[in-house]
């Protein structure tokens, strides 16, 4: 892993961050410079920026360069639930614990590998056709995602998810107990500067981040809500109850794990640790998608029942609230 460290010289007063970085590092094209600036690997003054920044005079970059492995995504025997197939698109029903594309620390056993063998084996792959994700889910989140069987496909549907046009729709349960039944939650989301891999809230300059939600039901010391994503940033849903004091149940990155225990009424904690005992991931599932068909035109929508551990929380809480 490569590191460096630049002051900006009074001729850089005013210059965009990835056209100063191309000729100041000598060796990295500008978009490598804006996806490292985008992941939170470049930073101005110890703060992360976008790649339209204004540089000023003895402003202090830092960049690190992580390393490129190089590797063979290889087809795996890996089951996989598939909701919706036709020649164009595919919807799978991803397990938690499953990660979608390989990547550090996760080079093998993953969705693709295993969409590689399932579709390798019905004679549908080519030099010209590959499968590639629409969109990804978190390696504990579960639910329904898309992949394209065709470059063309993908980037029509790509384009529709830019476009706002495929609804995606999630369940979770969150500790405590929301303020209002139904609202947007609307906070600009960044990477957060003293860890890269998670994010946070960032009024000055994060993207924008609108999700919705609907209370479904509410429990002693939980909520259970269905959630649309307007936008569909990293972690979004898990950073925006976070920041409302809602972490979701069982997410260790966000606060919703045993740090929620200390802030919950002492006569609740015993029944929470036995929550958290079955809930041993985020209690977050993708159970619906409807989307517009590349080919046909048609609106399909395509559900997914909640997982056996969210089930089981349910089953768990009902018993043990008497006015249910």
Do not use: C
């Amino acid at each position: 892993m490569d590191n460096f460290s630049i002051t900006v010289e009074q001729d850089g007063e005013g210059e965009r961050i990835d056209h100063y970085l191309v000729v100041s590092t000598k060796g990295l094209s500008r978009t490598k410079i804006q996806n490292l600036i985008k992941e939170g690997f470049i930073t101005v003054n110890n703060n992360t920026v976008k790649a339209n920044f204004r540089l000023s005079a003895g402003d202090e970059i830092e960049g690190t360069i992580p390393p490129v492995r190089e590797f063979e995504l290889k087809p795996e025997t890996i089951p996989l639930d598939i909701r919706f197939e036709d020649e164009y698109l595919l919807v799978i029903n991803k397990p938690a614990g499953l990660v979608v594309h390989p990547g550090t620390g996760n080079w093998a056993g993953t969705l693709m590998n295993g969409l590689l063998h399932y579709l390798g084996e019905k004679g549908e792959l080519s030099e010209n056709k590959r499968p590639s994700l629409v969109h990804r889910l978190d390696k504990e989140t579960s639910g329904l995602l898309i992949a394209a069987k065709d470059e063309q496909s993908l980037n029509y549907m790509q384009l529709e998810l830019k476009k706002r046009r495929i609804k995606r729709r999630y369940q979770a349960l969150v500790w405590g107990h929301l303020r209002e039944e139904q609202a947007v939650i609307n906070f600009p989301i960044g990477r957060l500067p003293t860890d890269r891999r998670k994010m946070t809230v960032d009024e000055e300059s994060g993207r924008d981040a609108v999700t919705r939600y609907v209370l479904l039901e509410r429990y002693k010391f939980m909520d259970h809500v269905d959630i649309s994503l307007q936008t569909g940033r990293t972690h979004q849903i898990r950073v925006h109850f976070s920041h409302l004091g809602h972490p979701v149940v069982g997410d260790s990155d966000y606060g919703g794990n045993d740090k929620i225990l200390q802030g919950l009424f002492d006569q609740y904690r015993m029944d929470a640790r036995k929550v958290l005992a079955i809930m041993r991931r985020q209690a977050l599932h993708a159970w619906r998608l409807e989307f517009r068909h590349p080919q046909t035109g048609l609106i399909h929508a395509v559900k997914s029942e909640l997982p056996d551990d969210i089930m089981k929380v349910l089953s768990y809480i009902k018993e043990i609230d008497p006015k249910l």
